[in-house]
């Protein structure tokens, strides 16, 4: 079976910086993607991590640590159109595509 | 490059109705995955196909659900005797061919069952 956990809300300041933590227990992994996605909009991929470690994309980071089945998205220099919910999603071993998505994590930045 | 396009991107269906939601990978893209979005909820995979072939259908209830990739034009995923449980967004995600690639959304058709 697959289980993925990310907290249900966080709340931060503009120009702070944010972590939202994902933890997996899965079957088999290979990979963990991160997705943004705006009230009744698509997902939008943000970054993808298969080996431990972190991954820098601009404003964004994200990390990876497959002993301990925990993966964090960094934030930084919030700015207000960060408010949208941020999907952990993993996808198992073996050939299967599907990715199973955690429930995601709304994020809201304050003033 | 176009992305994943969908259509409709609202569909409002009477019980008993049949709901067809079409999507067009994006131009270099021969995996289509088909996901279902509940208020408040992740999303939930459904099937993957590639063209002219259903690779996994794991998440497809058993009945009433069916989805196809043609040769030829969009995929899509067919809903007959709509329920209102069925009321969701249905996203449609593609990706290249290669194990390690990432999946691209489409905008979704939003799907109310009446």
């Known amino acids: 079976g697959q289980n993925i956990d990310q907290p249900t809300e966080m709340t931060a300041t503009e120009g702070a910086i944010v972590q939202i933590n994902c933890t997996y227990q899965?079957?088999?992994?290979?990979?963990l993607f991160w997705y943004q996605q705006h009230a009744g909009e698509a997902p939008t991929f943000l970054s993808y991590n298969v080996l431990d470690g972190l991954e820098e994309k601009g404003r964004f980071s994200s990390f990876l640590s497959r002993s301990k089945g925990y993966s964090y998205l960094l934030l930084k220099e919030l700015q207000m159109k960060d408010s949208a919910s941020y999907l952990c999603?993993?996808?198992?071993?073996?050939?299967?595509?599907?990715?199973?998505f955690g429930s995601g994590t709304r994020l809201q930045v304050q003033p | 490059n176009a992305g994943v396009m969908q259509n409709p991107r609202h569909l409002v269906r009477r019980r008993g109705q049949e709901a067809r939601l079409r999507c067009s990978p994006m131009k270099g893209h021969s995996h289509v995955y088909w996901y279902r979005q509940l208020p408040e909820e992740g999303l939930k995979f459904m099937v993957y196909l590639q063209k002219e072939n259903i690779i996994d259908e794991s998440g497809m209830p058993k009945e009433r659900f069916s989805a196809e990739f043609p040769k030829e034009g969009p995929s899509i995923l067919r809903i007959q005797q709509v329920v209102r449980g069925d009321s969701a967004a249905y996203f449609c995600a593609s990706s290249p061919a290669g194990l390690g690639e990432t999946q691209y959304f489409g905008p979704g058709t939003r799907l109310l069952v009446l």
């Open positions: 999603a993993v996808r198992p071993y073996g050939g299967r595509r599907a990715l199973t």
């Open positions: 899965t079957s088999g992994f290979n990979g």
